[in-house]
């Protein structure tokens, strides 16, 4: 099965920084990647599907990049309403897994 | 508006089953696969099961096959997931979600609020 990993698993960052996460699978996915946001105490919300397309009502801050195996989620000026934890999952075939999860909040 | 609504969740003891559930509204429930992931207190997101839009294939995470089954009530707009031999691992937010075209290989764009289940003696 391919696994899914992030990284950082944590970092936190300023109103107005650039943040950016890293997935990687350990075997080729093409673009099957999807992006989620959790915020805490809240359900999963599809940020990015297809490894770059922004599901509608999302932000235009967060955009998705990568094909292949590595692939990025990139906030490009952080707000206090991103505080979550966001995750990448492959879904081009089962099991869906999901990364570990990369939890950002403030300084 | 595209609705999922789980229940069946609460406290049971090891050894022993739950059936969950998750009702369906606002869309033409059965052209859509659907899929059950869970989450452990204070953990990430874990892939159950999927099933396809009619019913024909289904598919488990290897920490559940054998032990849970998923099943569809096209006539009904409802899902299940019927837990058995129920571990204290599987203690967690179960979430039902719904992919966002017809079809197996696409993202969860609907989520149920959760249903909890808890194993403890």
């Known amino acids: 099965d391919t696994q899914m990993t992030q990284s950082p698993s944590s970092l936190s960052a300023s109103v107005g920084d650039r943040v950016t996460i890293t997935c990687r699978a350990s075997?080729?996915?093409?673009?099957?990647l999807a992006w989620y946001q959790q915020k805490p105490g809240k359900v999963p919300k599809l940020l990015i599907y297809t490894a770059s397309t922004l599901q509608s009502g999302v932000p235009s801050r967060f955009s998705g990049s990568g094909s292949g195996t590595d692939f990025t989620l990139t906030i490009s000026s952080l707000q206090p309403e991103d505080v979550a934890t966001y995750y990448c999952?492959?879904?081009?075939?089962?099991?869906?897994?999901f990364g570990p999860g990369t939890k950002v909040d403030f300084k | 508006q595209v609705h999922l609504v789980e229940s069946g969740g609460g406290v049971v003891q090891p050894g022993r089953s739950l059936r969950l559930s998750c009702a369906a509204s606002?869309?033409?429930?059965?052209?859509?696969?659907l899929h059950w992931v869970r989450q452990a207190p204070g953990k990430g997101l874990e892939w159950v099961a999927v099933?396809?839009?009619?019913?024909?294939?289904?598919y488990y995470a290897d920490s559940v096959k054998g032990r849970f089954t998923i099943s569809r009530d096209n006539s009904k707009n409802t899902l299940f997931l019927q837990t058995n031999s129920l571990r204290a691992e599987d203690t967690a937010i179960y979430y039902c979600?719904?992919?966002?075209?017809?079809?197996?290989?696409?993202?969860?764009?609907?989520w149920g609020q959760g249903t909890t289940v808890t194993v403890s003696s």
């Open positions: 099933i396809s839009s009619d019913g024909s294939n289904e």
């Open positions: 999952q492959k879904y081009n075939s089962a099991p869906f897994t």
């Open positions: 606002g869309f033409t429930f059965s052209s859509f696969a």
């Open positions: 075997q080729d996915i093409r673009n099957y």
């Open positions: 979600a719904r992919v966002y075209s017809s079809g197996w290989s696409y993202a969860f764009d609907t």
